[in-house]
């Protein structure tokens, strides 16, 4: 699984062999910084995430749980010290950023549904205006067996090198290997150089273009196989009916 990797030793996950984002593009894709302070003005990169709704972003919830522990305090408490960064990667010296919207709550996924319950909604103290921020968001669509052999993007701000910092918001495209109820949406391959997912990463984005010749929102990135970043495979938790129907339940807008 890839953690995030704070102050504290903690295994996590980036974008390693992609292309570097600074031309305003996927802004649905966020970073998630935790301020140990209040009153600190930036905080540190530690996951990634994608905002669904104007006040509402998907991640992986190892994100907060590892990120508690890590810190020792509750999730409750480290959810309500996380913030989020909207944009391209950040100016000042990475893994530090100067976020924008706080944290009000996280939302845990059931942990019964268990080979795709690694999932976690923050919710945002105010709503996001999509145009100050110049976003156009890709709404979420479910991911069925049809995506097989269609190019993804994933997006993310982790590490770009194995021994970089975090906080740099980088992409890749490769075709989806496969989809299945243990893996979820998988690209790349074992022990095959490639582009991947690393440090940081965890909880980004992963997007198809539809028939419709729309983007669409299909993942969440959480894993990669046991291999070094650049020669692994990368997973993802697809969008699924139980997942919109849990989300859904929260009774807050969605882009779909």
């Known amino acids: 699984m890839l953690v995030l990797l704070l102050l504290m030793p903690v295994i996590s996950s980036a974008v390693v062999g992609g292309k570097t984002l600074t031309d305003g593009s996927f802004r649905q894709t966020v970073a998630l910084t935790y301020k140990a302070l209040p009153n600190q003005s930036q905080g540190e990169v530690y996951c990634s995430g994608t905002l669904i709704g104007p006040r509402l972003v998907l991640t992986a919830a190892h994100c907060i749980s590892l990120g508690a522990k890590a810190f020792k305090v509750t999730k409750e408490e480290f ?13 000042e010296a990475k893994p530090m950023a100067t976020p924008q919207f706080k944290v009000q709550r996280a939302v845990i996924y059931p942990p019964s549904d268990a080979s795709h319950s690694d999932l976690a909604v923050l919710v945002l103290e105010q709503e996001v205006n999509l145009e100050n921020y110049q976003i156009r968001p890709a709404p979420l669509m479910i991911a069925g067996k049809s995506l097989i052999g269609r190019e993804l993007t994933h997006v993310g701000f982790g590490q770009t090198e194995s021994k970089g ?50 983007m669409k929102f299909v993942g969440v990135e959480n894993a990669i196989s046991n291999h070094p970043c650049g020669e692994a495979a990368t997973f993802f938790v697809p969008v699924s009916e139980n997942m919109l129907r849990w989300i859904r339940a929260l009774n807050m807008p969605l882009f779909e």
């Open 79 to 91: 959810a309500q010290r996380t913030w989020i960064y909207i944009g391209d990667s950040p100016v």
């Open 165 to 214: 910092p975090k906080g740099e918001k980088a992409a890749f495209s490769l075709p989806i290997r496969g989809l299945n109820g243990y893996n979820g949406l998988e690209v790349g391959e074992m022990f095959k150089p490639s582009p991947g997912a690393c440090h940081g990463d965890s909880g980004g984005s992963a997007y198809v273009t539809d028939v419709d010749g729309k």
